[in-house]
C-alpha cells in the first residue's frame, strides 16, 4: 500500500493566522487526494478533493476561500486554513486512494496521512 | 445523500465475539469499508466488501448486504488493544468515502 505523510504533527496558532499542512504520497503518483476533517468524538467529513493541474472540489458547507487547497505535484497536497479560528480546531486527516491487495483481489483502497492536529487559541 | 448508522458505543469482554452493525442508505454504491481508529490517530483499513456475502481475515471478518444496505463487522477473540473507534465508509462513486460517526468499542478484563 501507499505511505502517505503529512507536516506538522501538531500545531497550535493564533486566532486570525494562516496555517499550512501539507500531505505527501512517498511512493507513487496521485493526481487526486481527498482532505478530511475530525471533530472530537465525531467521525471523518470529507471537505475537499484535491485535484492536481486543476481546481480543488469542496464539499457542501465548506468554504473554499477559507480552506485553500493546491495540488502543487503528483506527490504533495496542501491544507492552507486562513484566518483560522477556535471553531477551526479539529484533527486535518489527508487521504490518497491507490489500489490494493493483488490481482483479482485487487480494489481501490483509501491511504490515510497521520494526521494533523490544530489547535487555534 | 448519504445516511450511514452505527451504534454509539459497544462493550464486550476479552475473548469475547463481539458484532458491529452498520446500516446505509446511499444514492449509489461502489463498496464497504471497516476501519480502526484509536483516539488521536488515522484510520487504519480493516476490510473491504463491494458483494454480497463474508469476508473473513484472521480475527476480523465483514459481512454485506446490499439490497438490505446492511454490513456489519464481527471480532473474535477480542483483545484489549481492540478497544478503539470502528468506522463503517461507504464509497458511492469515485474514490472518496463516506463515514459513519463510528462504533466506540471498550474491551474489558
Known amino acids: 500500500g501507499a505511505v502517505v505523510s503529512q507536516h506538522p504533527s501538531r500545531v497550535i496558532c493564533k486566532s486570525g493566522t494562516s496555517v499550512k499542512i501539507e500531505c505527501r504520497s512517498l511512493?507513487?503518483?496521485?493526481?487526486?487526494m481527498f482532505w478530511y476533517r475530525q471533530f472530537p468524538k465525531q467521525s471523518l467529513m470529507l471537505m475537499a478533493t484535491?485535484?492536481?493541474?486543476?481546481?480543488?472540489?469542496?464539499e457542501q458547507g465548506v468554504e473554499k476561500d477559507k480552506f485553500l487547497i493546491n495540488h502543487a505535484s503528483l506527490t504533495l497536497s496542501t491544507l492552507t486554513v486562513t484566518s483560522a479560528h477556535p471553531e477551526d480546531s479539529s484533527f486535518y486527516i489527508c487521504?490518497?486512494?491507490?489500489?490494493?491487495?493483488?490481482?483479482?483481489?485487487?480494489?481501490?483502497?483509501?491511504?490515510f496521512g497521520p494526521g494533523t492536529r490544530l489547535t487555534v487559541l | 445523500g448519504q445516511n450511514i448508522d452505527q451504534p454509539t458505543e459497544m462493550t464486550a469482554t476479552e475473548g469475547a465475539i463481539v458484532q458491529i452493525n452498520c446500516t446505509y442508505q446511499?444514492?449509489?454504491?461502489?463498496?464497504l469499508f471497516w476501519y480502526q481508529q484509536h483516539a488521536g490517530e488515522a484510520p487504519t483499513f480493516l476490510s473491504y466488501n463491494v458483494l454480497d456475502g463474508l469476508e473473513e481475515k484472521g480475527r476480523f471478518s465483514s459481512f454485506l448486504s446490499r439490497s438490505k444496505g446492511y454490513s456489519y463487522l464481527l471480532l473474535k477473540e477480542l483483545q484489549m488493544k481492540d478497544s478503539a473507534s470502528y468506522l463503517c465508509a461507504v464509497r458511492n462513486s469515485g474514490y472518496a468515502l463516506n463515514f459513519g460517526k463510528g462504533t466506540s468499542l471498550l474491551v474489558t478484563p
Open positions: 511512493d507513487f503518483q496521485a493526481t487526486t
Open positions: 487521504s490518497v486512494p491507490g489500489l490494493a491487495g493483488v490481482g483479482p483481489s485487487s480494489y481501490n483502497e483509501q491511504f
Open positions: 484535491s485535484n492536481e493541474g486543476s481546481k480543488a472540489t469542496y
Open positions: 446511499t444514492s449509489g454504491f461502489n463498496g
